[in-house]
């Protein structure tokens, strides 16, 4: 099959190369298209009951997580000149596109009584025209009496206040986020030039357009860093810039394609699909690797190009495909969750792993019979025999020393299980920004100051027999005060917000504005205050966000710090939603439903869902790659020998990231099922040469495994180089997983390598019993593990094996 391969590249190398010109120009199109993700990430699939719940209650009330919020923790702002401008810097980013309200101190309202019409009504505190120091002091004094902002848009404890910014859902979730966001970044500098006081900003609108510049900067930033760092390796191996070109022109093309799939599929990038690129790179330059040594070893031997180049692609051909196979069912094994981002990262990474197959198999071939026939000094690495004494170390410990290179795995393998079970799935919603960033300065702000800015609602529900509305039954309304008065006793929540705030409010201003009448209304005061509430017309727009027209349901808003799911969990399901149950007990005449809802509720269900999906992909990549082996090898020895080298290597890893407390998310429980697939190509490779020399050598085992650690041991050593190069550049990202990746990527790729060229020789010599049966072949038999090369002797044995192979089949 692979002879025919290699004539028709050669024989249609220019149809081929257009063809592959016109998918890119196609994939260049849908690439100039792609956007970023706004969105919050859904983890969570769609048919999920409290994802369902949450979009009801959306509808309902309107949206959770779009609110931006703008800090002040400075006495200056009272100051009257400050202040006018904190008033001119709320009325400017009010007229910025896609801000629909703001609310902070200068622009407050407080609710005021017209007893003619027995109705509330609202008036401002503060007016437009502040004559003095004075009168500005009797208006904060007026405003701190409202008790319906203490604790919320101002700390009555240290003067802390802040602004918030309603954001238009399709403006939140769309590239035009970035200008709205940039111009009330405008409005803030400003400010801060003219007055000198400091600025924070939170809420996720805000954070999420922050992640996303960031995100499309380090994408670039590490697509260019990823092709210098393996052009640079290239060039070092091969001693010639025409090599490290022509390999960078066909991964570019690799790049298009995948930044085209994204927008042809209609997906977005996102802070995991960011990573494609510069991984395909990596990966890409392993094939060039392998496909340029191989015609350089061919060349070197036959002196004539054209022959080289077919027996490049019938030899490596399958080789090849093989490897790439592998990495792509660690990506397409994703597939099977329901995480839209995982699925999403899995079809667009696996597709391309294998059109780069495609592409390095017909465009490397078709370069290097367009261009000269390499010289000496591009020919001098094949006698490259740096590694030559280390692969003697470890093939002097394979035969020498197996008792204690299996007394070494069996302890780190012990340590390694005691590490796993220090490991901790937890992640947070502002997780990968670095602790000393602004944005996680100001975050930690608002948390010191407000007890957080995440949302997190509560939906009640009241259902009567004789279907009275909410507000006429006062007993409702103290079962929801004494609820909200719990949540107000949790120190890293906000004090929640509802009617009842309203309620109390009006209550407030019922007796003349008086703080110490913010309370609910008695039995006696009731009537006389509900009557003004129900007067109040739903079109003013006081209780729409907080009660639905027919005072049935009510919302309860909460803002909370960001202290990771795990606490966030246990929050909401061991202390919140069983005191919820207790106070909405049925009383036999009414039920009342309690429900706990908001981002922030999906955000805890969603890592969980994350982490579950991610722990069964790796468990699909796992059967997925063992029937690969099998189908390889058929042999039920040489498949559990294969595995345990790899299944160590990430063992280590999860134990490494117990012991340096590194959490189990999305970033990096996402690591398994990657190097799984990139790490079993070292097992493929070795064994296939082990294969090959066994044959050649009558079934000498020691013989047959020291010449395989020395001929592919330096094929390991140099992939793994280079993957190495390719995954730690993602080290130097700002944020905390996509570092976590990189560095936990490359170690397990690192040790991988060790595994697998001093624990699989030890393996093999220890259990392995080869017999070649009459007729047989393997699959692996086709497939070519060299390296650097044959020696003469093993040439004539390879032609033994040839012969023998005809005669098995002629029988």
């Keep these: 099959m692979w002879n025919k391969v290699a004539e028709a590249i050669i024989k249609y190398r220019l149809s081929l190369s257009i063809i592959i010109g016109i998918i890119t120009i196609f994939m260049g199109y849908y690439a100039s298209r792609v956007e970023m993700s706004y969105e919050f990430a859904r983890t969570v699939p769609l048919d999920d009951p409290d994802l369902i719940y949450l979009n009801k209650f959306r509808q309902q009330f309107g949206e959770d997580a779009n609110l931006i919020a703008v800090g002040v923790k400075d006495s200056a702002i009272y100051k009257l000149d400050n202040f006018k401008a904190y008033r001119d810097l709320t009325k400017d980013i009010k007229k910025i596109t896609g801000v629909t309200e703001v609310l902070s101190l200068p622009v407050l309202k407080m609710i005021s009584k017209d007893t003619v019409k027995q109705r509330f009504f609202l008036t401002d505190v503060f007016s437009d025209t502040i004559s003095s120091q004075q009168h500005l002091d009797s208006l904060l004094g007026i405003a701190m009496d409202q008790k319906i902002y203490a604790g919320r848009l101002v700390n009555v404890s240290n003067g802390a206040t802040m602004m918030l910014v309603s ?24 400010f801060e030039a003219k007055t000198h006081i400091q600025l924070r900003y939170a809420g996720l609108p805000f954070i999420r357009t922050v992640v996303a510049k960031a995100l499309k900067r380090e994408m670039n930033l590490f697509l260019i860093a990823s092709a210098i760092v393996t052009g640079i390796i290239m060039f070092v191996f091969f001693r010639s810039f025409r090599a490290v070109l022509f390999s960078m022109i066909i991964i570019g093309i690799l790049v298009v394609w995948t930044l085209g799939t994204l927008a042809l599929f209609g997906f977005k990038i996102t802070l995991l699909s960011g990573l494609i690129p510069p991984v395909i790179v990596t990966i890409g330059v392993t094939n060039a690797i392998y496909l340029l040594n191989k015609y350089h070893l061919e060349f070197a031997r036959s002196k004539n190009k054209i022959e080289a180049i077919t027996v490049v692609v019938r030899k490596m051909g399958l080789a090849m495909f093989l490897t790439n196979l592998t990495v792509a069912i660690g990506f397409l094994t994703l597939l099977s969750t329901d995480i839209v981002i995982l699925r999403e990262f899995g079809i667009v990474a696996g597709i391309n792993i294998m059109a780069l197959f495609f592409v390095s198999l017909v465009m490397i071939p078709t370069i290097l019979y367009w261009l000269p026939v390499p010289s000496e000094k591009h020919l001098r690495h094949l006698n490259f025999k740096v590694m030559g004494g280390f692969l003697k170390l470890v093939d002097g410990m394979v035969h020498r020393h197996r008792a204690t290179i299996y007394i070494v795995s069996f302890a780190v393998t012990v340590v390694a299980v005691y590490g796993i079970t220090q490991l ?30 995440m949302p997190l609602e509560f939906m009640i529900e ?11 039954d006062i007993r409702n309304l103290q079962k929801v005060d004494a609820f909200e008065d719990f949540l107000d006793s949790i120190n890293v929540m906000s004090s929640p917000i509802s009617l009842l705030s309203f309620v109390k409010a009006s209550k407030q201003a019922f007796y003349n504005n008086n703080p110490a009448k913010y309370t609910l209304p008695s039995k006696g005061e009731a009537p006389f205050i509900l009557k003004y509430l129900k007067g109040q017309s739903d079109n003013s727009g006081l209780f729409k966000a907080f009660v639905d027209s027919t005072f049935s349901k009510m919302r309860i808003s909460c803002q909370i710090a960001d202290i990771g799911s795990t606490r966030l969990d246990s929050l909401v399901h061991n202390v919140i939603e069983p005191r919820m149950k207790t106070t909405f007990a049925s009383t036999g005449k009414d039920t009342i439903t309690a429900a706990v809802t908001g981002t922030t509720k999906i955000f805890i269900k969603g890592n969980k869902f994350l982490v579950a999906n991610l722990q069964e992909s790796l468990l699909l990549a796992f059967v997925l790659i063992t029937l690969s082996m ?3 090898f058929a042999n039920v020895r040489m498949i559990i020998i294969s595995l345990i080298p790899n299944l160590l290597a990430l063992l280590i890893t999860a134990g490494l990231m117990g012991f340096g407390h590194i959490p189990l998310k999305a970033s990096t429980a996402l690591i398994f099922s990657i190097t799984f697939g990139i790490s079993v190509d070292n097992s493929i490779r070795f064994l296939a040469k082990y294969r090959q020399e066994i044959l050649s050598n009558n079934f000498f085992i020691a013989k047959a495994v020291s010449d395989s650690i020395m001929e592919t041991g330096k094929s390991i050593m140099y992939t793994s180089i280079v993957l190495f190069a390719g995954f730690i550049i993602f080290a130097f990202s700002s944020f905390g997983g996509t570092i976590a990746l990189g560095v936990l990527t490359s170690v397990t790729l690192v040790i991988s390598m060790f595994t697998n060229l001093i624990l699989l020789p030890a393996l093999i010599m220890t259990f392995d019993r080869p017999k070649k049966k009459k007729g047989e072949h393997m699959l692996i038999d086709d497939f070519d593990a060299s390296f650097y090369g044959e020696h003469e002797d093993e040439e004539i044995d390879l032609s033994k094996i040839k012969i023998h192979n005809r005669h098995s089949a002629a029988e």
């Design 424 to 453: 901790k799935s937890v992640s947070f919603m502002v997780d990968d920004v670095p602790e000393q960033s602004q944005v996680k300065q100001d975050l930690k702000f608002f948390e010191q100051n407000f007890s957080g800015i």
């Design 167 to 190: 954001v238009k859902k399709e403006v939140m979730n769309s590239s035009s986020r970035e200008a709205m966001t940039q111009s009330l970044q405008d409005a803030g500098n400003a």
């Design 462 to 472: 009241f259902k009567t027999k004789k279907r009275r509305p909410i507000l006429t």
């Design 630 to 632: 099998a189908f390889l």
